[in-house]
Every structure is written in C-alpha cells, then in structure tokens.
DNA sequence: TTTATTACCTATTAAACTGATATGTTAATG
DNA sequence: CATTAACATATCAGTTTAATAGGTAATAAA
C-alpha cells in the first residue's frame, strides 16, 4: 500500500476545511467528529500540516485551524508527501536512501523510476479544490 | 512504499531465470548468489511462484526452477501482485477490503481508483522480456 | 482573575508487517 | 544409499501503523 491512514486522513481534512471555510477558525473536533476520524490521531495528523505552512493554528476559545491558502493552490501530492513522509513506490527510490550497489546491473530501476514519475505527476495534478463537492456528473480522475 | 522486497526480489528472480534459461532447471543457490539475495528467504517467495504455475521447481540432484511460459508472456504486474498480495494504492482499494460506508460521501475515492488504475495498466503493460538485457540505448519506462 | 476552550507536546502501546533465520521433510539422481 | 535441492513450518527481531494517555500553553469570555 502506498498511501497510508496518515494521508488520506489529511487529505480529508484539507477537503473539509476547505469546504467549512469561515471568517473564524475550525476546531478540530469539528472535523474529526465530522469525518468520524480520532481526535487525538488527527492532532498529530494537522501538527505536521500547520508546521509545513500548509495550516494555521490558533489556541484557545474560537481557536482552532484554517487554510493558509485557496484550495486550488494545495496539491495532493504535496499534502501526501509531507504526511507520509514519501511517495516513492519502492525503498531505492526514497529520499533518503543510499545509493544501491546494483545499479549499475539494475534491470529495474528504470521502470521504478518510470512509476515513480507516473505517481508524482498523477497526484501533483489533483488540487484540494478538484476534490471538494461539485456538481459535474460523470467527472473523474480515469487517465 | 507500494512495493516491498517481496515483489522486487520475485521480478529479479524472474529476469534472472530468462536470462539464464537452460534445457536443465537452475538451482535457487545460483539465482540467490547472483542476485545476493539470502537464499532461504528467496524460497519462500519462489514457492508462491511455483503454486500459481509462474515456474516449475523440480527438487533434488539436477533440480532447480525453470520459467513454464516466455519471457515475454509475464506481466510485471501479475508477478507482483502474486508476491506483493495487491497492488492497491489504498487500503479501500485492495480486493478484500470490506465496503466502506462512507463510499457515498467520500471525496477522494475517484481519484484512488484512477491512481489505482494507472498503476494496474503501467505494470501490466511490460513484461519480463523488456527487462532483460539489452543493447537498445535509452530505452526506458517515462510515460 | 478565574474558567473554559482548544491547540500543542511527549510518551506509550497493541497489533501487524517485514525480512529474515532455523530446522526439518520429501523427492530425484547417480 | 548418499547427495542434492525443492518443499514445509515455525520462530524472531525490528519497524511501522494507528491509536491512546496525560499533560502544557495560549486565548477568550465570565
């Protein structure tokens, strides 16, 4: 599985907000109640998204979060990447890993790459705002 | 990570197999040292294999694995979700996955299948031939 | 100035998954 | 009958996943 609880928790939320959107701040038992997702697991969920900029948090009464930005300017992958960490469909494709030794004699390493391509453009070209409710019948995302 | 050891190893098993085809049967000792990969946890993974008619493992002196069909008529994509289980993208994507009672409301569930979709038709469009060895320059996978 | 609210912070946890290893048993060959 | 090599089953350490628990800090209203 490439996209675990942790985005597509956060890509919920990011909908929500956006389509809850008000002068004030969204608590975030309002959105979790709405979206029936644990409270305290979303907590950690939105820490992540208000440290990268893509949130603000507010304390307090009539505190909690808001969009930093329109909905048509956020990004699934971008959402997805920050919350799970990666998005790369094998390990030797991950940021953070070291150089393999095989490459040289990888057959496969092309066609990971050319997934991984695939992927990233896929879900970089889906904005928040594709995913709020709309009207349009039939639309999808089918290639 | 969509795909783990598991399938990365079952797809150089396989490469390795069509390039080392013989009348005979080759050993999991030899695949195993080539590939440097621990031969006891390669067994495991063949064995899959073998049950679903991908190889025929003949045992003892002269034995070894032997690819049924040609190279070119192996999926990528059958071999790993063979090994892997599913290829699913998400957890409410994967064949056994109970039906989700949020189905109806779910914003992002479109774009899952269509993710889903482009994953399923890149994998299942090269085979284990167009992995193999070759001299062709700049071949590669970029859609 | 106290109380209620709400985000922020850190630690712990049960269950599952990953990537192996260990120890055999069965079948084929010479 | 000894060797080879696949097949079979169990176990294991480490990591990840999806939470929960229990607090602290900031803000607004009473």
């Known amino acids: 599985m490439l996209i675990s609880t942790k985005g597509r928790y956060a890509l919920r939320v990011m909908i929500d907000l ?3 959107q008000k002068d004030s701040y969204v608590p975030l038992k ?3 109640q709405r979206q029936e997702i644990s409270e305290k697991y979303l907590e950690g969920i939105l820490k992540t998204l208000v440290q990268h900029n893509m949130l603000t948090g507010v304390r307090g009464k009539g505190g909690g979060y808001r969009l930093t930005k329109a909905p048509e300017n956020y990004t699934v992958g971008e959402i997805l990447r920050l919350t799970e960490g990666s998005l790369a469909p094998v390990a030797c494709l991950e940021p953070q890993a070291k150089s393999c ?7 496969t390493l092309e066609m990971w790459k050319g ?3 695939m992927i990233t ?3 970089d070209g889906i904005t928040i ?3 709020m409710s709309r009207d349009v019948p039939g639309f999808d995302y089918v290639i």
Chains 1, 2 share one sequence.
């Open 121 to 123: 453009q896929y879900l």
């Open 30 to 32: 309002e959105t979790a």
């Open 18 to 20: 956006a389509e809850n």
């Open 101 to 107: 030794p095989r490459m040289a004699q990888c057959r």
């Open 129 to 131: 705002a594709d995913l």
């Open 115 to 117: 997934l991984d391509q």
